[in-house]
């Protein structure tokens, strides 16, 4: 790894000052000990997976480069090649996509997480993780869920816009066979519904409750 930055041209320096910037806000939020093993449990991960989520965890663009200095510092001499990051980002966008989270590749820079808030309430026990099964082979395309389910949210609503039914009624009626949460976060981000309350950890059988916004209808 090249750590001569006297040698460095100076739009790289200025670019390594940008991501140091970023990454000690990061730091100050997000990045201690215990915050990489609680992710690291909450998710399921690998200590390497936790490390680079935790980096993403500000919800800033993160060059690839600073991305790989933060998770490998202490392993500079034994640190694989820069090109295992696009690996580990991979694996992390399968285990954190059941939460509703998403990693977004910046083009030709490096990644950022789509929804610092959500993992904060992740973390938080605030969303409750969705259930972890294999999707059925003949399972429709993600447009069609989302249609299905706005569907019975429409025809359940009451006078004032509102639908509350538990997750496995939703389930049933749309003719769901894969996990619920992240279509209805999907939902949320395209304006379509405002998520009033949902299932959590400690209550899993309390039901959505969500306004459909005008623009669904």
Not at 31 to 52: G, Q
Not at 63 to 68: C, E, G
Not at 131 to 148: H, K, L, P, Q, V
Request: glycine share 4%; hydrophobic share 40%; with cysteine.
């Amino acid at each position: 790894m090249d750590t001569n930055y006297e040698t460095w041209p100076k739009d790289r320096l200025i670019a390594k000052i940008y991501d140091l910037e970023a990454m000690v806000e990061s730091l100050k939020v997000f990045n201690t000990d215990n915050m990489v093993l609680s992710i690291k449990e909450k998710f399921k991960l690998t200590l390497t997976e936790a490390r680079f989520l935790t980096a993403l965890g500000d919800g800033r663009p993160h060059s690839k480069r600073a991305l790989f200095e933060y998770v490998y510092h202490d392993q500079f001499d034994d640190a694989p090649e820069m090109k295992i990051i696009d690996v580990f980002i991979c694996k992390l966008r399968k285990k954190i996509f059941p939460f509703g989270l998403k990693i977004e590749t910046i083009h030709s820079s490096g990644y950022k997480l789509h929804d610092r808030e959500l993992l904060a309430q992740v973390m938080n026990g605030e969303v409750a993780q969705a259930i972890t099964e294999e999707y059925s082979s003949d399972r429709r395309r993600n447009g069609e869920n989302e249609r299905a389910i706005l569907s019975v949210l429409i025809a359940e609503m009451d006078s004032s816009g509102r639908t509350k039914l538990p997750a496995r009624v939703i389930a049933r009626k749309s003719g769901l066979t894969v996990p619920l949460l992240p279509i209805m976060v999907r939902l949320a981000n395209k304006g379509k519904i405002q998520i009033k309350s949902q299932p959590t950890r400690n209550n899993k059988l309390a039901p959505w409750v969500v306004q459909v916004r005008a623009r669904a209808l």
